[in-house]
């Protein structure tokens, strides 16, 4: 793939505004199926559903986000590109090469662990548990983004794998949360406002 192809879809693949716009695109469409939907109840249950999975995603990215950024500065591992001789990267838009005689000068950096690989599974994950069509192709995006990053320069396969582990602890977590949230919604209900909780179903017992 070198000089070919890969030099045209690796930079495409990791770049953050590629996948904004694929994410807008797929919460507009989820929602115009919705609009479709005649029932009102249903259409109603459907789009709150697409709100929920879009949030629990955003949490998810910025619980996996906010630990790389921890992790960054506590490691400061110095990125590839910056350490390794002819290596190759991108930068202003052309592809460049370090000479072969290239040495570090950088004595920190943030290579690991790969944010853009925890934010991609930690959005396919909760996609995988949350959105069952997605089941077929949704691992696709944190491999060819973890690709992407080793391929450009920006990662050891070590800060990607960090990253994948990362980003699915996040979900993980967040979707722990939100069921416990959820299960103790109506504990909570009660001790505010007793009349909203739902009756307890009547008794066959004579």
């Known amino acids: 793939l070198i000089n070919g192809l890969g030099d045209i ?5 990791s770049a953050n505004w590629f996948w904004f716009v694929c994410a807008g695109l797929a919460v507009a469409w989820a929602l115009l199926r919705c609009l479709r939907i ?6 109603t249950h459907a789009i709150r559903r697409v709100f929920a999975v879009t949030l629990l995603t955003l949490v998810a990215l910025g619980v996996a986000d906010g630990g790389c950024q921890l992790l960054k500065k506590a490691t400061g591992r110095v990125r590839p590109l910056n350490a390794l001789p002819g290596a190759r990267f991108v930068e202003d838009g052309a592809w460049q090469k370090r000479p072969e005689h290239h040495q570090a000068h950088k004595k920190r950096g943030t290579s690991y662990p790969s944010a853009h690989a ?3 599974m930690a959005a396919a994950l909760a996609l995988f548990v949350l959105v069952r069509p997605s089941r077929r192709f949704i ?5 060819l983004v973890g690709l992407s990053r080793i391929y450009l320069g920006k990662h050891y396969p070590s800060d990607v794998m960090a990253g994948w582990l990362l980003g699915a602890a996040a ?8 069921r416990l949230l959820r299960l103790t919604a109506p504990s909570r209900m009660a001790r505010s406002d007793p009349a909203k909780v739902p009756p307890l179903p009547p008794s066959h017992e004579e």
């Not at 879809?9 to 693949?13: G, S």
């Not at 691992?139 to 491999?143: D, S």
């Not at 979900?171 to 939100?178: C, D, F, P, R």
């Open 9 to 13: 879809l690796m930079p495409l693949v």
């Open 38 to 43: 005649s029932c009102k109840t249903d259409r």
């Open 139 to 143: 691992w696709l995006i944190p491999l």
């Open 118 to 120: 925890a934010n991609a």
């Open 171 to 178: 979900t993980i977590m967040s979707l722990a949360l939100w």
